[in-house]
């Protein structure tokens, strides 16, 4: 019963979150669109904002689960380049040339995310601020490219034109989605915590594979759909934004607010496996295009990373 339990508040809480976040982004976008934001900051800076991740790794690393918290980033990390992108380019060629500068960012924004693991015990406070300013320079970058390359599609950028969000609704969501995001966020981290103590699951395993599975199942959906539709671009936005988000962002407010002990796995394992996963997919979409093959292989990375996981304790 303890067992069916945490699974319901886990799985209620992954729902809730990436209900709200739904919502947050639509309210987002309203107000990127009346404040005139460019439209490739509004495909990589907000889609790539995973407000339920840093929900998760904050209320996880403040209950002392450090391998959820941490799984928020390099789990999370992992996902996305493997799974996201690499099943998403299975089902549509993904065909997008980016800027050397996007490039050098994906590369080695996760290596940076190395930082607040070299120095044992918990991840030190100081690192955190560190990776959050590597991150305001990143995202300075994006912007200043984003003037300068047509990243998403001007039939896109009408299309959100035609639903047209007043500023108060906008303003709205965004504080709702938030909020009910923070909500999930305990959720899922309750949820997790008892299925590690009560069903006799790897807390690595749990944390690191299982809850950035859930929560960003939806990342699948936001590579397909654009490219499906001819918007390469804004897939390749996405993934652009959100490895940012996860190996800097987060880490950094984790690390800042929350400090959380490093398992030895993470150090010799996670981080090894999400810099090299990385890598491969710069690789990738230096070449321009994101092939069926290629898919495969990151896929093929994604089932390696996550049989390791469950061998190794």
């Known amino acids: 019963m303890t067992v069916l339990f945490a699974v319901a508040v886990f799985l209620g809480?992954?729902?809730?979150?990436?209900?709200?976040?739904?919502?947050?982004?639509?309210?987002?976008?309203?107000?990127?669109?009346?404040?005139?934001?460019?439209?490739?900051?509004?495909?990589?800076?907000?889609?790539?904002?995973?407000?339920?991740?840093?929900?998760?790794?904050l209320a996880a690393g403040s209950r002392g689960a450090p391998e959820v918290a941490l799984g928020t980033v390099f789990g999370g990390g992992i996902f996305l380049v493997c799974v996201a992108l690499g099943a998403g380019a299975m089902v549509v060629p993904l065909r997008v040339r980016l800027p050397r500068s996007v490039l050098a960012l994906l590369a080695v924004a996760p290596a940076l995310a190395g930082i607040p693991l070299v120095f044992g015990g918990a991840t030190p406070r100081w690192t955190g601020a560190l990776l959050l300013l590597a991150f305001g320079a990143a995202m300075l970058i994006v912007v200043r490219v984003s003037r300068h390359h047509a990243f998403v599609d001007a039939d896109e950028v009408e299309k959100a034109r035609e639903r047209p969000r007043g500023?108060?609704?906008?303003?709205?969501?965004?504080?709702?989605?938030?909020?009910?995001?923070?909500?999930?966020?305990?959720?899922?981290?309750?949820?997790?915590?008892?299925?590690?103590?009560?069903?006799?699951?790897?807390?690595?395993?749990?944390?690191?594979?299982?809850?950035?599975?859930?929560?960003?199942?939806?990342?699948?959906?936001?590579?397909?759909?654009?490219?499906?539709?001819?918007?390469h671009d804004v897939s390749a936005g996405n993934v652009a934004g959100t490895l940012l988000w996860f190996s800097l962002f987060n880490l950094g407010l984790i690390a800042l607010l929350t400090?959380?002990?490093?398992?030895?796995?993470?150090?010799?394992?996670?981080?090894?496996?999400?810099?090299?996963?990385?890598?491969?997919?710069?690789?990738?979409?230096?070449?321009?295009?994101?092939?069926?093959?290629?898919?495969?292989?990151?896929?093929?990375?994604?089932?390696?990373?996550?049989?390791?996981?469950?061998?190794?304790?």
């Open 167 to 231: 500023a108060l609704r906008s303003v709205a969501l965004t504080a709702a989605g938030i909020g009910v995001v923070v909500a999930g966020g305990e959720l899922v981290a309750s949820g997790a915590t008892r299925l590690i103590a009560g069903a006799g699951l790897s807390a690595g395993l749990v944390g690191m594979v299982l809850t950035p599975a859930v929560v960003e199942s939806d990342e699948l959906i936001r590579q397909v759909v654009p490219a499906r539709a001819g918007h």
């Open 13 to 57: 809480g992954a729902v809730l979150v990436v209900w709200a976040t739904e919502r947050l982004v639509h309210g987002m976008v309203g107000i990127a669109d009346l404040l005139r934001v460019a439209p490739f900051a509004v495909s990589a800076v907000l889609s790539g904002m995973e407000a339920e991740n840093v929900a998760v790794g």
């Open 259 to 313: 400090p959380v002990s490093v398992p030895r796995l993470t150090r010799v394992l996670d981080y090894p496996f999400l810099v090299g996963a990385s890598w491969i997919a710069t690789a990738f979409l230096a070449r321009g295009r994101v092939g069926r093959a290629a898919g495969a292989t990151l896929v093929a990375l994604a089932v390696a990373y996550a049989v390791c996981r469950g061998v190794l304790r």
